[in-house]
């Protein structure tokens, strides 16, 4: 999909979709707004959590349950603004 895009001159890169990384970068180094139109965008941040054990204890790993936004914005924010990444 990536070479057919570059191939009409879009600007394209594999995403870097490092879960426990990017999550900790996102946190250290962005403060994200979203807009009032953003609703279904804003209701998967806020249901955004982490998986727990049955005795209640955290797991370093997030449930993957109606994420598809936070995992958009980790890959975009991650990939793009990380120097470790720039091509």
Same mark, same amino acid.
């Given at each position: 999909?990536?070479? /057919?895009? %570059? @191939?009409? /001159?879009?600007?394209?890169?594999?995403?870097? @979709? #490092?879960?426990?990384? /990017?999550?900790?970068?996102?946190?250290?180094?962005?403060?994200?707004?979203? %807009?009032?139109?953003?609703?279904?965008? @804003?209701?998967?941040?806020?249901?955004?959590?982490?998986?727990?054990? #049955?005795? /209640?204890?955290?797991?370093?790993?997030?449930?993957?349950?109606?994420?598809?936004?936070?995992?958009?914005?980790?890959?975009?924010?991650?990939?793009?603004?990380?120097?470790?990444?720039?091509?």
């Amino acid at each position: 999909a990536i070479n /057919g895009l %570059t @191939k009409y /001159g879009w600007n394209c890169h594999l995403a870097e @979709k #490092a879960v426990k990384d /990017g999550i900790l970068y996102v946190k250290q180094n962005m403060k994200l707004f979203l %807009t009032t139109e953003s609703t279904n965008s @804003k209701g998967q941040m806020d249901s955004y959590r982490y998986k727990r054990s #049955a005795n /209640g204890e955290y797991f370093d790993e997030p449930v993957k349950f109606n994420d598809h936004a936070p995992d958009a914005l980790r890959y975009a924010i991650y990939t793009a603004t990380n120097p470790m990444f720039r091509q």
